[in-house]
């Protein structure tokens, strides 16, 4: 068997060996793989979410059975530290000696470390492993506890605002500060890093351009950095990120060929000037450049296996694409093809809304037929179609102004049809999966919804960036063959959520014992449990009380579990209005089980810290003083905000606060496929923001207006228009129609803003259902809501009634102590969970 | 935090030496987990009614060592029993206590026999 040695186990040395084991022939060989680090392959592109939510094993390509099933000898915490090409051997740290038949560097690269005085000091860090994150993360906690908080990091190009992007979010104030007059200078003109400055010091991150950096200050640890215009800035702790630099020490040594700036140099066949030896990813020079991304990286890997099977027709593109979006930063940046390009076969078209913090800029060839390249900031909503004109030098719409103005006066998208795209339209960069492998699987049959084709591909699993394109590809391929995009719940039951609405209903069923007996299979999950819970609280009106082992965690307690495992408590102030009687029991109740509170986002009062056992306790005393349930921990309406309208306020219009109470004591405790907000504004000022609400009246001239499915949190969406001039008896009866239909036909966890989206027609087309009536439904809906209406009770009275029911409100069953695993640290004058271990 | 996790070893049904009685069945809610304790330990005990079966972990999520397990969902993967966490919706086999998310976290589980109406975990302790 031939020996093959793979020097590196990082990113693309990862993929060589993904790869090889693919293509069936990996037999072939035996293979040997040394990584310098402590931990299998992980992926680098989302390190920083180790700062954040994600753990290492998370972050790994593969587990570390993965290499042995496919007899792979991983050798890992191994640095190789010599190469004998002469003799086909490799040595390691340990003087090991192995021989090989074919050798793969790909040993990436290391942090550029520019020539600055003072770097041997502590507090100094670069940004690449794991390791340098454990250790910054470590320091920063040192720093503050010494009340010492203030970060620098320098280079402000992609990686650099992602490490500042960190430091912020370990809590430091943080500067950045960049050697050239912009910041990410390969991807951004002037105009487009004026914006992305503004926009980052808007996140609380302090730019500085132009600045050299001369010296690092301080005894033994960093205080301060000085620039070579002697200015200083005050610096704890120091993150370096200036560039990489391909790691061609042991290429170098060995005699082979590497070049001027560094890196080995390969031809299109990734082969070094040493016949056998290859080199891929970023420790790989050709065409006279280093790429810092996965994706050429991932395309090295997929030639030099290809080259080593002897399938010697596939080999480098000399065309490399470096087109990037910038991920984590809170703000949008993206730069494809050329950004730069202005000679005189060039138009360039720039759109700016500082207003918005919008810049777009598309470099088009004066005959208007080319798109050579572009950047947007601050919305890169059309960087995956503009992505694509420029890949495939498709031709551009007749004014192509309209690519990034949208097209004015008319409805149509302005980049045309997703299928119009040709088969070799490369959709995932990473994983190089075009669109007609894409198309090809679910046309063919192989694949028949979007986790297949990620099955199959691996597209989407690199950086995410393609994934609403593949998914739509999927999707729109799925329809003009006349499948079904079936979206089952779950393994359990292959229907989708309205399919089981409309069984439940027809069939009568009441519980969710019949219904996986009778269209289900298996005992259910964390996802149809909880969804079945809602649907029978959405036809019949039951509270969660009745079968509560179906209920989602929070349901099944009445309250919100919290990150130690306590609890919050909400009681609903309708409206936000509350008596100064009702505000000093909360007041009272908070104390006596020192609870933390806070006012919330909702217009009320949120209580935290209470232990299971506390609930019902809390709640008794809540519920005397004339509190109810606020349903805060359910798929069900939350709060319908109010501003004080005209009972107070000089402009109001109409009485927003006495609507606002009657609408959300009519909607209380009404189950839905996702959480459901209100707002009733009392003029078009909007103190209530009702328009960021899945339903919002604005009080006018004659009525009020009445706006539907908007959406504050992750993608805000302004609500719409659904009628003008209402009275209230109408509003009331359009929004029973408008909300028992998004109940009806929504998918789970869908707030009313993507069912809109989702919804064939859009806005006409539910402007015909509540308003017109065209589906002749708009009795049944006003009964059904009316009946949900009637029903209703509050849970939490219905709990501490019952003896039975209070039982599951015990941390232990067999014994009445509290968890002692718990335990506070105080927050200013309150108390908050100690730190996660 | 590693004193935390060592209390909880998977025990093993013929390896059991102390029995011991949690309560009668009819404390154990059908298809859904209640903790109990035993010594300094917290344990998780489920009622899989649906498929007569009972099963017992420990009450500590490993990924954020807080003691919520038998406040989870159970349910199946592809026949397999499990329990979902709470906090973040980790999923964990009942029987081998295996992450069933592909990480490499992992409950130690515990046997549980019922007899006369009681319910008995076993211990090695
Ligand atoms: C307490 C509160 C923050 C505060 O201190 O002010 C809050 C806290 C939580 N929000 Fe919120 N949201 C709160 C107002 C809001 C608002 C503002 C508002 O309602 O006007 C929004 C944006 C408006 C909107 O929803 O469109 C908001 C958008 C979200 C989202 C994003 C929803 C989306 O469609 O993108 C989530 C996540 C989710 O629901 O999936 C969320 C989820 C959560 C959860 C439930 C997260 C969780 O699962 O633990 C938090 C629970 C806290 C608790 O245990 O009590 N919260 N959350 C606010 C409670 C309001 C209330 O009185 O009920
Ligand atoms: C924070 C961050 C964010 C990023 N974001 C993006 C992004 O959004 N998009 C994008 O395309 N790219 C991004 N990148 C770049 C991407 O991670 C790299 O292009 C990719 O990891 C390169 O893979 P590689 O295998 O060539 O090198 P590496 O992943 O660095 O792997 C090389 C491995 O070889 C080992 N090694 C070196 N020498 C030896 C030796 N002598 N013996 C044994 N082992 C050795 C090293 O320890 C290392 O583990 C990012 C990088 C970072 C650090
Ligand atoms: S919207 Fe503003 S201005 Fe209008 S009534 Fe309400 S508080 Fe007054
Ligand atoms: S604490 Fe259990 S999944 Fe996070």
Known sequence: MKKLIVIGNGMVGYKYCEKLVNSNRSDEFEITVFGEESRPAYDRVHLSEYMSEKSAEQLLLAPTNWYKENNITLHTSSLVSQVDPQNKQITTYKNEIFQYDSLVFATGSSAFIPPINGLEKKGVFVYRTLEDLDAIKSYANQLKKQGRNEAVVLGGGLLGLEAANAAKALGLNTHVVEFAPRLMPRQLDKAGSNLLVSKIQELGIEVLLEKSTKTILGDSSINGLEFSDESQLKSDILIISAGIRPRDELAKAAGITVGERGGIQVDEKMQTSEKDVYAIGEVALYNQSIYGLVAPGYDMAKVAVAQLLQEYETTMDAHIDLSTQLKLIGTEVGSFGNPFISDHSVSVITYENKLKGIYKRINVSKDGHKLYGGILVGDTSDYNTLFQLYNNSMKLPENPEDLILGSRGSNTGSAGNILELPDTAQVCSCESVNKGQICGLVEDGSCNSLSEVIDKTKATTGCEGCKPMVSELVEVTLKSLGKQVKKDICEHFSFNRQELYDLIKINKVTTFEQAIELFGSGSGCETCKPLLASLFSSIYMETANKQVEIQDSNDRFLANIQRNGTYSVVPRVAGGEITPEKLISLGEVAQKFNLYTKITGGQRIDMFGAQLHELPLIWEELIEAGFESGHAYGKSLRTVKSCVGSTWCRFGMHESVSFAIEIENRYRGLRSPHKLKGGVSGCIRECAEARGKDFGLIAVEGGWNLYVCGNGGANPKHAILLAEQLDEQTCIKYLDRFLMYYIRTAAPLMRTAAWLEKLDGGIDYLKKVVIEDSLSLATELEQEMQSLVNRYQCEWKQAIEDPQMIKRFKHFVNSDQSDDNLSFVPLRDQKMPRAWR | ?125
């Open chain 2, 1 to 125: 935090m590693e004193q935390l996790l060592q209390q909880y070893d998977t025990v093993a049904q013929n390896k059991v030496i102390n029995w011991f009685k949690a309560g009668l069945t009819s404390d154990f809610p059908a298809n859904s987990g209640v903790c109990i304790k035993y010594k300094s330990k917290q344990i998780a005990v489920y009622n899989f009614r649906r498929v007569n079966q009972w099963y017992a972990c420990q009450n500590l999520c490993p990924h954020k060592m807080e003691m919520v397990l038998s406040r989870g969902m159970i349910g199946d993967l592809s026949g397999i029993p499990k329990v979902a966490c709470p906090l973040h919706k980790k999923t964990f086999s009942l029987e081998s206590g295996e992450s069933l998310c592909g990480d490499q976290l992992k409950l130690a589980t515990y046997p549980v026999k019922i007899e006369n109406e009681n319910v008995y975990i076993g211990f090695v302790d």
